[in-house]
């Protein structure tokens, strides 16, 4: 990642050991990591303080990742437009298209390898070599 | 600025001026939310709930129909909850956890049907119910996940519940897991941290 100020990542996951395991991956690669447990929290948590990338499941309680980025997409405010990486063990092709409606900008199947999410992260956050 | 949600245009809890059962069939999305709430405590609404969820496509009734479903917490209630965490829509799933969660009575006599699913993301789904459960019950349940099941993500979501719950006696079956899939990125890290946090709160033998 580029010198200054660290780039914010969400982290959106209702598993706490995934959220620590992704965590472990981007803070080694240089971004300051946030968590929630659902699409509500994380709602809650962007509208105080926005951040440069999402990472976001499917499968959550409260609110489900699909809806969360849909209910955020629809937003009149900057952070309609925050990049989204959807992680899910959902690989059919209907869950690909329905991340795609919802507005997700990439999609990886779990498990997702540490340096796979850091690629992706870097390629979002317009770190990429 | 807030996140704004459209305020209804009815007073959601009226109570319909027809037939719930009826109005739960063929009516507005207001009546049909309205008749969703009411019906779970009328004769014959837990099979017109059940019908209703099965057809229903907005979500906020949907969620009514899945709240009044828990509420009946009645064996056909759950039974008519059950097939819909096989949804094809995430929205539905979550609801569908959401009140398989609440249950009065709780999940136990049909996690171990829901853990030998054929489809893995119930399995997976079905690993996170499985902390409802008092711990005792729940680890007997998981740690056989943890032997057999032949998907790594199963397994991690079953590693995720006993890493808050489990005591020493599951530290092999973890560790064995593990070794079940060399090449998956993410088990040994979560089975690392599981172990960690079993024997961060395991009392020394002499204590």
């Known amino acids: ?129 | 600025m807030p996140l704004i949600r459209k305020p209804s245009p009815a007073a959601p809890d009226a109570v319909p001026a027809r037939d719930p059962l009826a109005a739960l069939r063929d009516g507005s999305p207001d009546e049909r939310f309205a008749a969703a709430r009411a019906a779970g405590g009328l004769p014959g609404g837990v099979p017109a709930l059940a019908g209703a969820l099965s057809r229903e496509a907005d979500p906020r009734v949907r969620e009514a129909i899945l709240t009044s479903l828990s509420r009946a917490g009645t064996p056909e209630a759950v039974a008519a909850i059950l097939p819909h965490v096989h949804a094809d829509d995430a929205n539905l799933r979550a609801g569908t956890l959401d009140a398989l969660r609440v249950v009065p009575g709780g999940l136990g006599p049909h996690l171990p049907g829901l853990l030998a699913d054929p489809d893995p993301d119930v399995r997976l789904l079905a690993c996170d119910l499985a902390r409802g459960l008092p711990a005792g019950e729940a680890v007997a349940l998981l740690v056989p996940i943890l032997d057999a099941d032949a998907e790594a993500n199963v397994c991690a979501a079953a590693v995720e519940v006993l890493a808050e719950i489990a005591g020493p006696d599951a530290l092999p079956a973890l560790e064995a897991c593990a070794r079940r899939f060399p090449g998956d990125p993410f088990l040994p890290f979560a089975v690392r941290i599981a172990a960690g946090r079993i024997g961060a709160r395991t009392p020394a033998p002499d204590e």
């Open chain 1, 1 to 129: 990642m580029t010198e200054g100020k660290p780039k914010r990542v969400l982290v959106v996951d209702d598993a706490a050991l995934v959220r620590l395991y992704y965590r472990d991956a981007l803070e080694r690669a240089g971004y300051a990591v946030d968590e929630a447990m659902n699409g509500l929290e994380a709602l809650e948590k962007l509208l105080v303080a926005p951040v440069d990338l999402l990472v976001v499941d499917v499968n959550m309680p409260q609110m489900d990742g699909f809806t969360f980025l849909r209910v955020l997409r629809r937003q009149d405010l900057p952070v309609a437009s925050i990049p989204a990486l959807v992680t899910t063990t959902e690989a059919g092709p209907q869950d690909r298209a329905a991340a795609r409606e919802a507005g997700a900008n990439f999609y990886l199947v779990k498990p997702v390898p540490q340096d796979v999410l850091t690629v992706y992260a870097g390629l979002l956050c317009g770190d990429a070599p």
